[in-house]
């Protein structure tokens, strides 16, 4: 069957926000007010500040306000890995700050268990699964690599399981799998429109005022207060936690600190018991391949496979565009390698293809900022990997703006920023060089080139 043929019915929209238990938008804000705690964004990063800061002072007057509606951009449509990596990565982690490498896988652990105790304790039902994932080799200079990253997690609290071809094989039956490396307890699965939505709630419940349809369009000090404008009005908040990632922060000097890129990603139909029993699964791990351009892949609650990644895109000058959500190019790729990694999937149609922005800095993780003399504070640049370190990046953004010295705060990784990217058109230029060195280097056997390799020595070694 050719590929293309499974796209042919996909609807051009995010799976997980096709849900008809999607919640009713909550009111923009209309006329002025004033607050303890004024949060931006309504992603998983103003979601988990709102939260944890009741949580912290139930007598805080926090409100949130979001420009379109909360959950409905990337924490609504990513992959659903929810991961204890706080720095993208062991090794991005270790390359950058090896002397407190330990310490921030613990305060990753303590993340994700924090996280899954919050979804439990408010009752979030959003299809969290704790069973890790897979990083598999599909090339045999791959296979490797999995031995050093299993020793390297080994050392600093990890527990992976090294695979080899055959046993890779009996847990997700795929003739390209060479090896695989299991990490059973750093990981979870979950439903991120669900996740978010639950935040809400959960926020809602405690008292948080949500605006939502409500866009800041400034930010100024106002005397003894920072003033956000909004269309139908003004908010004077004594804090401002700003959380919107991907769009441009409203300090102008965080800008050239991240970029959009775009990720695109395809859900098949459910597979049926036989369909599934010929991939195996049982043990539903989420999994990704170990290439530059890698694809993320995992099983939805009703047995749906997300398929997605591969490409990762850039736009000359950066702007976030909806228009840029659908790329059949992309979508036509995808669909080729899912039935070259799942040959007994023949015939299975995809139900859903749909992209969006995500940011991604110089260092390939979240770094944070504050201005107006420590009243606003930033935090940015998770590079796909914010469905867990969003609740991180609450905390140190909270920190931050209490002025309090925490384990958090005394990180080196919060107290530096990553090299900001330079003005177009060299802006896309570099990014345009990177990935296609990147794709030398997955078809030469993982050989860095010199552009590459001169990019490591400058922290800047992008691998995906």
């Not at 799976?15 to 998983?44: E, I, K, N, Q, S």
């Not at 110089?362 to 590079?383: E, I, P, Q």
């Not at 060299?426 to 590459?452: F, M, P, Q």
């Amino acid at each position: 069957m050719d590929p293309l043929i499974s796209l042919r019915d996909a609807e051009p929209i995010p799976f997980w926000l096709d849900d008809p238990d999607r919640p009713r938008a909550a009111g923009a804000l209309v006329g002025a007010t004033r607050c303890d705690l004024l949060v931006v964004g309504g992603g998983y990063s103003g979601l988990w500040t709102a939260l944890i800061a009741k949580e912290r002072d139930p007598s805080a007057d926090v409100v949130l306000i979001e420009a379109q509606e909360v959950g409905g951009a990337a924490s609504g449509r990513n992959g659903g890995f929810c991961e204890a990596s706080l720095t993208h990565g062991l090794n991005n982690g270790l390359q950058r700050w090896p002397n407190e490498i330990g310490l921030l896988e613990q305060l990753g652990r303590e993340n994700l268990q924090a996280i899954e105790d919050t979804i439990e304790r408010h009752g979030i039902d959003c299809a969290w699964e704790r069973t890790g994932s897979l990083v598999v080799a599909t090339e045999p200079y791959q296979v490797a690599g999995l031995t050093e990253e299993a020793e390297s997690a080994a050392r600093y609290g990890g527990r992976p399981v090294l695979l080899d071809t055959d046993a890779v094989r009996a847990e997700i039956d795929s003739p390209t799998f060479l090896g695989g490396l299991w990490n059973k307890d750093d990981v979870a699965m979950v439903n991120p429109a669900r996740l978010a939505w639950g935040l809400k709630q959960a926020c809602l419940n405690l008292g948080v005022r949500i605006h939502e349809h409500t866009p800041a369009t400034e930010l100024t000090e106002a005397g003894s207060a920072i003033a956000v404008r909004t269309p139908y009005g003004r908010i004077d908040a004594a804090r401002v936690a700003l959380a919107t990632n991907a769009y441009p922060s409203l300090v102008r000097r965080h800008r050239p600190y991240t970029v959009p890129v775009y990720d695109y990603a395809l859900m098949t139909q459910p597979l049926t018991d036989a369909q599934l029993a010929s991939v195996g699964w049982r043990n539903r791990q989420g999994f990704a391949d170990s290439a530059n351009q890698f694809h993320y892949v995992r099983l939805s609650a009703d047995n749906r496979v997300l398929w997605g990644g591969y490409d990762a895109v850039h736009r000359y000058r950066g702007r976030v565009s909806a228009e840029r959500d659908q790329r059949p190019e992309t979508f036509a790729t995808l669909a080729r390698h899912f039935f070259q990694t799942f040959p007994q999937l023949e015939g299975v149609r995809f139900t859903h293809a749909w992209g969006g922005a995500i940011d991604t800095s110089t260092r390939f993780c979240v770094f944070f900022d504050t201005s107006h003399r420590g009243r606003v504070a930033y935090a940015a640049g998770y590079t796909g990997l914010g469905v867990g370190a969003t609740r991180f990046g609450a905390e140190v953004m909270l920190d931050l703006l209490a002025g309090d010295r925490t384990r958090r705060t005394a990180l080196e990784m919060v107290r530096s920023k990553p090299l900001p990217f330079p003005p177009e058109p060299v802006r896309s230029l570099g990014i345009g060089i990177t990935k296609w060195s990147l794709a030398r280097a997955d078809e030469n056997a993982g050989r860095r080139n010199l552009w590459l390799k001169t990019l490591d020595r400058f922290g800047l070694g992008f691998d995906s």
